[in-house]
């Protein structure tokens, strides 16, 4: 590599280095403190805290029901509800959407996330609370028919997340 390249290279980093410290000033400015910033970047702000309050809910339910979250199906159902809390015509092309972008994001194929979501919720029928998923849920599921599908149970917790906030 030649002196100008390095140069070069010296130079792109610095203003890398430059645009990180800006990036983190812009992120780490208090979400009440809207002076110098733009509507659009109030709203983005807003919106991200109202999916990581949806996020923390979907985790608090899915642990006070019982589901273990050292399995991977723990993570896979609440990625599940959090894509149909944001279009919840998702839970109607289950197989077709919601296990592909499952699949894609945790890098896995259709079929193993089916499986692992499956192993989630029978952990719930078999060792965890479903008298807390029917307080909380209602009686959506008919329990005497055994444990929900994958997609009924994904559409009744995000239903319920959904009607929280607000959003229909």
Do not use: C
């Amino acid at each position: 590599m030649t002196e100008n390249e390095k140069n070069r290279v010296r130079r792109i980093l610095e203003e890398l280095e430059k645009l990180e410290n800006e990036l983190r000033d812009l992120l780490g400015r208090d979400s009440s403190d809207t002076k110098g910033g733009t509507v659009e970047e109030t709203k983005m702000s807003s919106a991200d805290d109202e999916e990581k309050v949806i996020f923390e809910e979907i985790t608090d339910f899915l642990l006070s029901i019982g589901m273990p979250s050292h399995i991977k199906g723990f993570h896979y159902v609440r990625y599940a509800i959090q894509l149909a809390v944001q279009d919840f015509t998702i839970t109607g092309a289950i197989t077709k959407q919601l296990y592909p972008a499952i699949a894609k994001r945790f890098e896995t194929t259709n079929s193993r996330a089916e499986r692992a979501i499956r192993h989630a919720i029978e952990s719930i029928w078999a060792r965890g609370d479903v008298a807390k998923y029917e307080e909380v849920l209602g009686k959506s599921i008919n329990l005497y028919d055994g444990k929900p599908t994958n997609s009924e149970f994904v559409a009744s917790v995000a239903d319920h997340i959904r009607l929280k906030h607000g959003r229909i």
